[in-house]
């Protein structure tokens, strides 16, 4: 059973920093691509970056500069470190993955999802 847990989410005061880490098992080899999302309160899902399996990570625009992706083969975890956090931030936050393509950062394109874990930004 293939399954995604995320961890690492909490408060945080505006400016500072956190590490969320997803967790991958029961997939055969490493899914072909892998992201972050993210859902605020009232707001739709939205993409933070993905890593395809060449390892080439890849983000929006507003998280661009802050928020690095990378990934442990070894432990098949994938990482989000965000820095400089804002208000803004503050959502829900998911990994996802796929199989067998890595289409961009839309919903549809990843069939595997964690539970989520939750962070939020004060002022």
């Known amino acids: 059973q293939k399954q995604l847990v995320e961890s690492g989410g909490g408060s945080v005061q505006a400016g500072g920093s956190l590490r969320l880490s997803c967790v991958a098992s029961?997939?055969?080899?490493?899914?072909?691509?892998m992201g972050w999302f993210r859902q605020a309160p009232g707001k739709e899902r939205e993409g933070v970056g993905l890593?395809?399996?060449?390892?080439?990570?890849g983000y929006v625009p507003s998280v661009k500069g802050r928020f690095t992706i990378s990934q442990d083969t070894d432990k098949n975890t994938l990482y989000l470190q965000m820095d400089s956090l804002n208000p803004e931030d503050t959502a829900m936050y998911f990994c996802?993955?796929?199989?067998?393509?890595?289409?961009?950062?839309?919903?549809?394109?990843?069939?595997?999802w964690g539970p989520g874990t939750q962070v939020t930004v004060s002022t």
């Open positions: 890593v395809n399996r060449d390892g080439r990570p």
């Open positions: 029961g997939f055969t080899g490493r899914p072909y691509c």
């Open positions: 996802a993955a796929d199989t067998w393509r890595c289409g961009g950062l839309v919903r549809s394109n990843f069939a595997y």
